[in-house]
């Protein structure tokens, strides 16, 4: 958005924290959001959460922890500040063929977690980019690897086609 609108004054805070859980992102929601009262703000939370119940580590997040922690952050939300919220879908960017290895078993788990992002967005009226469903669409066209080093973390291209959604998302 500042390279696009470079004029208009958007002050960014970034308080993604890798490897964080929904769990965890509820915890620190008021020092992290909350105390800024943000005009808008993005939510982009997930994949950490499936893979630790998959892992079944003891700070695991099954999907029904997962709505609950972000149902919990929405409403908090909605009811004390008020900001307009952009949802994205966790994504996982592979095209395995399902042949039992671990790619294969977190894409099979990740539409579980996708559609809790979906109900929210619908329950609290929120913008929604489906994330996931993007990278399937890139990845007719080119390998993994040109997107990401590896599933959950984008590199350059992977980065430009979440900035792209979100510029779009955000000015419909």
């Keep these: 958005m500042t390279a696009k609108y470079p004029e208009r ?3 960014w805070i970034n308080k993604g924290i890798g490897g964080n859980r929904v769990t965890q ?5 008021t020092d992290d959001v909350i105390r800024h009262e943000p005009d808008w703000l993005s939510i982009l939370i997930g994949i950490n959460d499936l893979h630790s119940s998959l892992r079944q580590m003891e700070a695991m997040v099954p999907v029904e922890l997962y709505r609950e922690k972000y149902e919990e952050i929405l409403a908090r939300t909605r009811d004390e500040v008020g900001a307009q919220v952009l ?9 395995d063929g399902g042949n039992g290895s671990w790619r294969s078993i977190v894409l099979e788990a990740l539409p579980a977690y996708i559609e809790v992002v979906q109900e929210m967005a ?3 009226g929120c913008r929604h980019i489906a994330t ?3 990278f399937t669409q890139h990845l007719e066209h080119r390998e993994s690897e040109d ?7 984008p590199g ?3 980065h430009m086609i979440i900035a792209n959604a979100v510029v779009d998302a955000l000015t419909e």
């Design 156 to 158: 350059p291209a992977g």
């Design 87 to 95: 949802l994205l879908d966790p994504f996982y960017i592979s095209a």
């Design 147 to 153: 997107f990401c080093p590896e599933p959950v973390h």
């Design 132 to 134: 996931h469903d993007l």
């Design 122 to 124: 619908a329950k609290f």
């Design 9 to 11: 004054e958007i002050r």
């Design 25 to 29: 992102l509820a915890e620190r929601w």
